[in-house]
């Protein structure tokens, strides 16, 4: 059989493919500037690239589209890519307390470092939880504070923890405490008061 040859006319030789560039970014931040790869030929003129990503786009992955935009080649072949939104660092740190022997303890709080867009912890769709290994009766020392649980959309959570140091109590607060009776005395000796519950 006779050899088929195929023509190819001046303006189909141009031919030329372009890659969108995958991108990566954490939420909140800017998205960033999208470019192109040539893979075959040589273009004329510049393509255009679109993503509908913002810095308010929740997690997930997005189109980055290709146009001719400027282009004159005639056999143009355009990929498109991907921008990849990852969740955003969220730090919650336990705030640190001191307390002496005998007091309540605290109300447990916590800081947050790492919100994107003005937003708050009103985003959480789990509020951390807050714990201490101390209680009421617990004797003087040092105590983690641990944080743990908390959930959001678009926030991957880190977690640093807290101290509650618990001070000995002074022999005055330990009278004053315990209500016991007990003779007090100025600082030149004299006794002020006989069998005291109270300062």
Not at 175 to 193: L, N
Request: charge should be negative; charged fraction near 20%.
């Amino acid at each position: 059989a006779p050899a088929v040859m195929k023509v190819v006319t001046a303006d189909q030789a141009d031919g030329i493919t372009l890659q969108a560039d995958n991108k990566e970014m954490f939420y909140g931040d800017a998205v960033p500037s999208l470019t192109y790869s040539i893979l075959e030929g040589e273009p004329q003129g510049t393509p255009e690239l679109t993503c509908e990503a913002t810095a308010t786009s929740n997690v997930g992955t997005y189109p980055i589209k290709m146009a001719k935009g400027s282009l004159t080649n005639n056999n143009i072949t355009l990929l498109d890519g991907t921008l990849t939104i990852a969740k955003t660092p969220l730090t919650i740190t336990a705030t640190s307390f001191t307390i002496t022997q005998g007091e309540a303890l605290p109300t447990y709080t916590v800081t947050y470092d790492g919100f994107k867009n003005s937003e708050t912890e009103d985003v959480l769709i789990k509020k951390p939880t807050v714990t201490c290994t101390a209680t009421a009766t617990s004797a003087p020392g040092t105590y983690e504070i641990t944080v743990s649980g908390a959930e959001a959309t678009n926030y991957d959570m880190y977690y640093v923890a807290g101290v509650l140091t618990i001070a000995e109590a002074s022999a005055i607060q330990t009278i004053a405490g315990d209500s016991k009776r007990a003779d007090v005395y100025d600082m030149s000796g004299r006794r002020v008061r006989e069998q005291a519950t109270t300062l």
